[in-house]
């Protein structure tokens, strides 16, 4: 079993609507948890980080996270075809041996179709 | 500020040889990790160089290696290459603090390796 479980998807939505898309995890250890979102050709591009259980709001997304659940979650509100890409959710554990090691999900392929 | 750059951009190498891939962290960043992605396993963890010496590394055969410069700028080099080596080779870079909280990973956009 996979420390990071993402559904892959795909998830294809209309403009406008709100996408919902999460992650579960089994390593307690993890303490620190990322979106990333990658567009085709491209490099992941971080989009909210946090680090702690709770909800964080940045313009269109929210990012929300349960430590008791190990599960956390990404929402977008007002979709748009440009937020079409993979999203990535990230976590690491805030130890010495986990230095430069995030561990990801397999992503989510979105697409918002006008 | 310029952001994290990887040379080159396209390679493609048979089995057996060889490849280095070069990565330009964010100035002043002294941390670089690389990743492995695959449709397949997704993003995966080779290893991660801070101040010359590699901290940390992940599940891969001897075959992967890096190294870092003084300048922070890394290497990672794939030795007797094989077809399953296909993949997009993603470096990150951070500021390396030991406070996790705050060093959040920047990737470059990546070197597309197929080996023939």
Request: glycine letters at 10%; aromatic letters at 12%; one cysteine or more.
């Amino acid at each position: 079993q996979k420390e990071v479980e993402q559904d892959p998807g795909p998830l294809s939505v209309p403009e406008g609507a709100i996408v919902s898309l999460n992650c579960t995890y089994s390593n307690s250890a993890f303490q620190y948890f990322m979106w990333y979102r990658q567009y085709s050709r491209k490099g992941p591009e971080l989009l909210m980080y946090t680090y702690s259980s709770g909800n964080k709001e940045d313009g269109r997304f929210t990012a929300q996270v349960d430590k008791s659940s190990k599960y956390i979650s990404l929402f977008i509100r007002d979709s748009q075809p440009s937020d079409s890409a993979t999203y990535l959710c990230a976590m690491s554990a805030l130890s010495g041996t986990s230095y430069g090691k995030l561990t990801f999900g397999q992503g989510t392929i979105l697409t918002v179709h006008p | 500020k310029a952001g994290v750059t990887q040379t080159p951009r396209y390679l493609i190498k048979t089995r057996g040889q060889q490849v280095t891939l070069s990565c330009s962290p964010i100035s002043g960043h002294r941390s670089v990790s690389w990743y492995q992605q695959t449709p397949g396993q997704g993003l995966q963890f080779l290893f991660e160089y801070f101040s010359e010496t590699q901290r940390n590394k992940g599940n891969f055969p001897g075959r992967f290696s890096g190294r870092q410069f003084s300048n922070s700028r890394s290497e990672m080099n794939v030795s007797t290459l094989e077809l399953g080596d296909s993949a997009l080779y993603l470096c990150a870079s951070s500021l390396g603090r030991t406070n996790q909280r705050t060093d959040t990973q920047y990737f470059g956009p990546g070197t597309r390796l197929t080996v023939l």
